[in-house]
Every structure is written in structure tokens, then in C-alpha cells.
């Protein structure tokens, strides 16, 4: 928004811009920006939204909405029909296509139908107009046909008896502000803005130069987190226990364990002990990765070596059992609302440390260890703060750094990157990177096993001892890690005796 309105300073400066006959248009991204620029620029003298106007309730109910267009905390001020009104009373055009999936079509009516009734209140219904295509979430012909005869007249421009027939979008080369093609020697891009807003607050920088103390730091973030989740961590009041029979693999007996979460769902944590088990032993809690497929190797290394010597708790903490598109509306619509569906998952981690302590199952805290795989890692980085100081953490294969890596993620189009919105931790990149959470959890011993950067591509020696070179408030004594040189037999190899050892 701020560059849009900084546009409207520069048009104004050119000779050949007439400032009384402003108006803005754009589609999905571009749409979300006109319809919030609209609520606060008033310059603007008509705007009109393309594929971008919906109800939270409507997109987050059918669609995942893309993180691009999320606002954390947006649902405690509004909703889209509220900031269609806040521009009042300029004249408004909304447009969408009924096969949008990212935009439902019955939102937009809603949105569209509440701005109308609210400009009637001051006696300007007829300036809110809605118009929907039999079109997909695309910015067709026919929409731009409406949307220029709208402009003129708004503009007071004559009619055109026939617009020139278009050919659609045009490849987005034709329409660079340089005519070779290239930023202008001194110019930025959005992703240089990105990493220098990071550097700016201190985040990739040595940790010992930001004048703050391990403690504060702890502490803001474990506020952060306890005002994102629905509240301080409790034995619940009801536990059911089922008996699974025998592990079909390794042999040892299994229960579960199930628990109301704090968002309504359930919480369940399968126990796998060893096979003649006999007094108190390692315990592993392990987040079951699934968005993967284990490999035959690692199976093994559970089934043969971990599940032989240690009690395995399989965590499946709130929503595990969504589909990525149904986890994907979860942590928005809890993003949006004030909350934060990582926070609620770490939350879940620290009652299933107080049920398994009451079951006498964990109760030798040097002796349990929390595994985790992926993206699952990042919610132990989080995490680890709250955790009791004598656990061990295990993060396989999980990204620990927002700016390594991050210039070969945004100058790749094509790089897979998930959006897993469940991760979104609202304000935490702004104190932080990754890996300084490594940091935040001293004395809690880490092991780092094939860590990822921004790209999700594994880190060489190098590339890692840079990384882990900026925690300068403590020794590093606690992570203890292993780069991509290593073999995943190797790795796991070293994560079986990481999980069996006292911490």
C-alpha cells in the first residue's frame, strides 16, 4: 500500500496526469491492493477490484488463501464489505468471475451487497456496482470492456461506441518500466526491501551486537506464543486410553492416548514401548512427518533400533488429520483472527509433556526427546523456550533460516515452496532468523540432522558454521550438527543415539 500510495505522489508531480481523474484497478493481488488502497487514499477518485473482493468467511471456508494475500490480525478490525466502505464515497466497481476458486463469487456478493447498504446510509447506493463473469479467476475481455466504459464515465470521458478487441494478458515483459528490460543501476526489488526490512531490525546479524538478553528475548517470544494459543498448557480433565495390541513391527505393546485440544479437536499420542520393557527408559516423542513418504531406510532405523531400546510417542497434535488444503484454511482464518495455528501446536507439545509425566510414562525428563521432520522443526525451534530445560530436540531436514538461501527462492519462479501457512508466527522474522531460535533454546541439547536453507536445499559445512558463527550469547555447545556431506545412514545412525543417551 505504501508504494501505491507513493505512485500516486509521483503521477501527481507529471505534467500529463490529471490529479482530479485518479483512478486504480488490478487483479487478485493487484484487485487486494486497489480495494485497500481505495479505504485510505483519498486521491483515488474510482477503483475498481478485479477477482480480489470475497468474505474471509467465503475464502476460507472453500479456498487456502494465498499467504500473499493475508494480513495477520485482519479479522479483529474488518471484513472485505467494511473496507469497501472505508473508501466512501468515492464510486466503486467490482468485479469478479463465478468460477474464481480463489475468490468465491458468494463472498463477493456479500461483500459487495453490505458497501452498498452501508454508502446508502449517506445517500450514495448507486456509487457501489457489482459485476460478475461466467470466467475463472483471470481478467478477461469482457471484464475489461465493463471496467473502461465504467472509468469514462466516472471520469466524464465520452462513450466509445466499440472498444478495439483485446487478446487477453499480455506477457508481463511488454509492460517493463525500463526499456531494457532491467532495474535501473540503485534500484531495489520487492525481495531486496524483504532482507533489508530483516537486517534492519538486526536479524542476520551477530546476536551479541542487538543489546538484548537471551532472557528478554525467551520471554517475548514465549508471550508471543501464549497470546496466539487459547491459553496456559493444563492436564486435561479427560484422558481416554485404548489398548492397540502389539507394534506389527517391532513386537511391543501400544496405546493411545487422546485429549480435547484447545481449539475443540483432539490431540492423540500413540505409545509404542519396547518389547519386555522393564523400569524407566528413553522416551521419544516424534512428530510424524505427512507431508513425505519415509523412506524404507529410516523405517528400519525405527522399527530395529529406536523402537528396541525407547518408548516411541507418535504426536498427532491439532489438525494433524486435515488435508494440506483444509490446514491451509485453519491457519489462515486463525492468522487473520488474532491467533496463530503454530502457536496452538506448541501449546499442544507442552500438554502432551504433562500427560505423559502423569501417566509416568516421561517422567525423567533427560530421557525424553522430541523429533521432528520438515516443517514440524520449526515448530520445535518455536517451541523449545517453553520446553523443560533437560529435553533433547531433533529437527531432521527442516529449514532454519528466513535469508540463507533466500536469493536463489526469489529469483527461481518455479521453486517448490509449499505454502505451509500453519507455520506463520506473526512478527517473529521481524526479532529473528531461524536459526537464531537454535540460540533461544539453550541449554536444551539440538541436534541438527541435514538442515535446510530458505530454498529448502540442504546446507554444506560451510554454509552452516556462517549460519551458527552469529549466535554469539552462548558457546554452542548445546547444537550439535550434520551437514549435507553426511549420509542419511549417518544421520540416522547419529539420531538413534542421540534419542537413547541421557541429555
Avoid at 477518485?45 to 494480513?71: G, I, N, Q, W
Avoid at 506473526?426 to 530458505?454: I, S, Y
Wanted: charged share 25%; aromatic share 6%.
Amino acid at each position: 500500500m505504501f508504494d501505491n500510495v507513493r505512485c500516486l505522489d509521483y503521477l501527481l508531480t507529471r505534467p500529463d496526469v490529471d490529479g482530479d481523474r485518479l483512478g486504480m484497478t488490478g487483479i487478485s493481488g493487484g484487485g487486494s491492493l486497489t480495494l485497500y488502497t481505495a479505504a485510505v487514499e483519498p486521491r483515488l477518485k474510482a477503483a475498481s477490484p478485479t477477482c480480489a473482493v470475497t468474505t474471509f468467511r467465503a475464502d476460507l471456508a472453500d479456498t487456502t488463501m494465498c499467504v500473499c494475500e493475508l494480513a495477520h490480525d485482519i479479522l479483529t478490525v474488518g471484513d472485505h464489505g467494511l473496507f469497501l466502505t472505508l473508501a466512501y464515497p468515492k464510486p466503486l466497481l467490482v468485479v469478479n468471475g463465478t468460477r474464481d476458486p480463489i475468490f468465491p463469487v458468494a463472498g463477493a456478493r456479500s461483500a459487495s451487497a453490505q458497501a452498498n447498504r452501508l454508502y446508502a446510509a449517506g445517500g450514495r447506493a448507486e456509487a457501489v456496482e457489482f459485476a460478475e463473469f461466467d470466467a475463472p479467476h483471470d481478467w478477461t475481455d469482457a471484464m475489461l470492456d465493463r471496467q473502461i466504459a465504467w472509468f469514462r464515465r466516472q471520469f466524464g470521458l465520452p462513450v466509445l461506441a466499440s472498444l478495439p478487441p483485446g487478446d487477453g494478458p499480455r506477457d508481463e515483459g511488454r509492460f517493463g518500466c525500463f526499456a531494457d528490460g532491467d532495474l535501473s543501476a540503485g534500484s531495489s526489488t520487492l525481495s531486496d526491501v524483504n532482507r533489508s526490512r530483516m537486517r534492519t531490525a538486526g536479524v542476520g546479524t551477530a546476536t551479541a551486537t542487538r543489546g538484548r538478553t537471551l532472557d528478554a528475548d525467551r520471554e517475548r517470544l514465549a508471550a508471543t506464543i501464549q497470546g496466539r494459543s487459547s491459553g496456559e498448557p493444563s492436564l486435561p480433565p479427560r484422558i481416554e486410553r485404548r489398548d492397540l495390541g502389539p507394534d506389527p513391527r517391532s513386537g511391543g505393546p501400544r496405546e493411545r492416548l487422546s485429549w480435547p485440544s484447545g481449539l475443540g479437536g483432539s490431540v492423540t499420542a500413540v505409545v509404542t514401548r519396547p518389547p519386555g520393557e522393564h523400569g524407566a527408559g528413553p522416551v521419544v516423542i516424534h512428530l510424524e512427518d505427512r507431508d513425505r513418504r519415509e523412506p524404507q531406510l529410516e523405517r528400519l532405523y525405527w522399527d530395529d533400533r529406536v523402537k528396541g531400546r525407547a518408548v516411541v510417542v507418535t504426536l498427532a497434535y491439532t489438525g494433524a488429520a486435515l488435508d494440506a488444503n483444509r490446514e491451509g484454511q485453519v491457519g489462515s482464518a486463525l492468522t487473520a483472527s488474532g491467533r496463530s495455528l503454530l502457536a496452538e501446536r506448541a501449546r499442544d507439545l507442552r500438554v502432551a509433556l504433562l500427560v505423559l509425566q502423569d501417566r509416568g510414562i516421561a517422567a525423567d525428563q533427560r530421557r525424553v526427546s522430541l523429533v521432528a521432520h520438515g516443517f514440524d522443526g520449526a515448530l520445535l525451534l518455536a517451541s523449545a523456550p517453553l520446553l523443560p530445560p533437560e529435553v533433547g530436540l531433533v529437527l531432521d531436514r527442516t529449514p532454519i533460516s528466513y535469508l540463507a538461501g533466500a536469493e536463489t527462492d526469489f529469483a527461481t519462479p518455479r521453486l517448490p515452496a509449499p505454502p505451509y501457512h500453519w507455520t506463520i508466527l506473526p512478527g517473529l522474522g521481524n526479532d529473528h532468523d531461524l536459526v537464531e531460535l537454535l540460540e533461544l533454546a539453550h541449554p536444551r541439547r539440538v541436534l541438527l540432522a541435514h538442515p535446510l536453507d530458505a530454498a529448502q536445499q540442504a546446507l554444506g559445512p560451510d554454509e552452516l558454521a556462517a549460519l551458527l558463527g552469529r549466535l554469539t550469547r552462548t558457546d554452542r555447545s548445546h547444537i550439535e550438527s550434520l551437514a549435507r556431506e553426511r549420509t542419511r545412514a549417518e544421520v540416522f545412525r547419529r539420531i538413534t543415539g542421540f534419542v537413547t543417551e541421557p541429555h
